[in-house]
């Protein structure tokens, strides 16, 4: 029976912001219109083949064993379907290096489309655990936070890393994001490895606090407060300097009325946020311009938050 | 007309839990049972004359500049009432140095009661502002997160301490407080200095996440996973070696099934949670049992979250 060749099964996984804010490491929001595609089918060999990989401009590895969404396919297989083999083609809808979630989205997808191409029917924690093993691979830590909401969808916090403990908040239907990639790289290692070890306390108290306030702004549906709750005093003034113009953008897009500006993950994407389409619309030029006058010009588009990785090709089982 | 008396009107502030697990410096409730009365009435001569303080056992000074209440009663003076003056007598339902907001709560009750005898009609974030000063004289720091809760009523999240930012979050009407006071002292100044200035980065992260779920729990009206978001890795593991007994009684009472138990401020109050009264009376035979067989007997009381300062008696404006 394995021997007749086996259905394609395409999965979307969506691209992320993640650290929005105070929720260093730990807040995840899902985008809706960038993501990454990944299409599985069973195969005889055991074990995981990447056959084809597009729009990465050659750069990402088809060895499983180095590809994050390879990483992930084969825990998943070491775990629930030792003996099953999968045939990957990833096309890749995100920007590499673009603090999107980029990493995580491959691996998202290539789970979800791998859970119905085996029958698995695993759920959120499960998915989630194995995609983070994808995430060593790529930026040296099992961060959850950008594969979390690229799973589950919506705001997540998470609440503890180990055990996993992942909590879905209410959503903000009426946000609009402004999404800008600068038109430079930001290495999620070198971004990492340039926080400090160590934070004052007081700073440590006025973060949590923070976090504090956005998760009530966020069940209360306050936009205003979401976005007053969105101040970062532990990395941002690291990142900052990484991305040229970051900080006239932000300025910029502030008094024109954004609810927040900060950075997505570790750049160099700088997000706005607003309640209305129009101005989120308006704060996207305002970073367009900032950026491309700062010589990085790159490209965004502006969205709100959506829904979690899925299958979208049938057959579904 | 000011010659004639005028009448007395007290008002009750409430004990108060602050550095609640993971909302250290930032998070406090209010208690029902215990807390301090304070009568004040309007004198002929201009500032604040404590002219007797019952139930501190001869240990807080008279003298206004040097008494929290004094001292936040001046301000309030100062700002909205400057040549008024006022009769104050204080009794202390709260034990001195308990970790239970002590000095704010007769801070607290002198405001209310001020504010209704000056007829000022002071909202909250002013009297929080007002009674901040009497913590400054108490403890060295101006720090809202006593005051807050004991004049708000319920659980207060101050998410900025400059411009202060109270909010307001959901009472967990079920949730039964075991309440002891182990029999030493703790100074909250010592407590204070002993601190780290500085914390690891991902304790911070984790910190951060716990107040979230904290934040979120009370939204759901999940205890379980409230009393599961109280840990506190920065200043518990500081502070629990100045309570003798501490660390076995949590031991037994999270054995016991209590949904957390923690230091209620600088100790050496501890505090256990329970979603049942039954089981927080035996959580509190338990604390009381495990102080005891340390030396340091004390006393204590099971409790539920309650409402803020208010006037105790007619007549009010």
């Known amino acids: ?35 990454d595609s990944v299409r599985v089918r ?10 084809a990989i597009e729009g990465d401009q050659g750069r990402l590895p088809h060895d499983p064993t180095a590809n994050t969404a390879g990483v992930a396919l084969l825990a998943m297989l070491d775990r629930y379907a030792p003996t099953a083999g999968l045939e990957v083609t990833i096309k890749k809808g995100l920007p590499l290096g673009s603090g999107l979630g980029s990493s995580g989205a491959s691996a998202c997808a290539a789970l979800v489309a791998a859970d119905a191409a085996l029958g698995l029917g695993l759920g959120h924690d499960q998915l989630v655990e194995l995609a983070r093993e994808g995430e060593r691979v790529a930026c040296g830590a099992a961060h959850p936070d950008n594969v979390a909401p690229s799973i589950v969808g919506g705001v997540v916090l998470i609440a503890s890393v180990a055990p996993l403990r992942m909590i879905s908040l209410p959503r903000p239907e009426k946000l609009w994001i402004a999404v800008y990639t600068p038109g430079c790289s930001v290495s999620t290692a070198a971004a990492r490895a ?3 070890a160590r934070v004052p306390l007081d700073a440590c108290v006025r973060n949590a606090a923070r976090l504090g306030m ?10 205003a407060a979401l976005g007053e709750a969105i101040v970062d005093e532990l990395v941002e003034p690291v990142r900052a300097g990484m991305i040229p113009g970051y900080l006239d953008a932000k300025a910029a897009c502030l008094e024109a009325g954004a609810l927040a500006c900060s950075i997505s993950g570790s750049g160099p994407t700088t997000f706005a946020f607003s309640d209305d389409e129009a101005r989120a619309r308006a704060l996207l030029e305002i970073l367009e311009e900032c950026f491309t006058n700062h ?23």
């Not at 956005?214 to 936009?223: E, F, K, N, P, S």
């Open 194 to 196: 340039a926080l400090p």
């Open 42 to 51: 069973r195969a005889i060999a055991p074990g995981v083949t990447i056959s």
């Open 214 to 223: 956005l998760i009530d702004a966020l069940h209360r549906g306050d936009l």
């Open 1 to 35: 029976m394995k021997r007749r060749p086996q259905p394609w099964i395409e999965a979307f996984a969506p691209a992320t912001i993640s650290n929005l804010g105070p929720g260093f490491d730990c807040l995840g929001l899902a985008l809706t219109k960038l993501g």
């Open 295 to 317: 010589g990085v010009a790159g490209k965004g588009f502006i969205d709100q938050v959506g829904g979690g990785a899925r299958v979208s090709s049938a057959p579904l089982h």
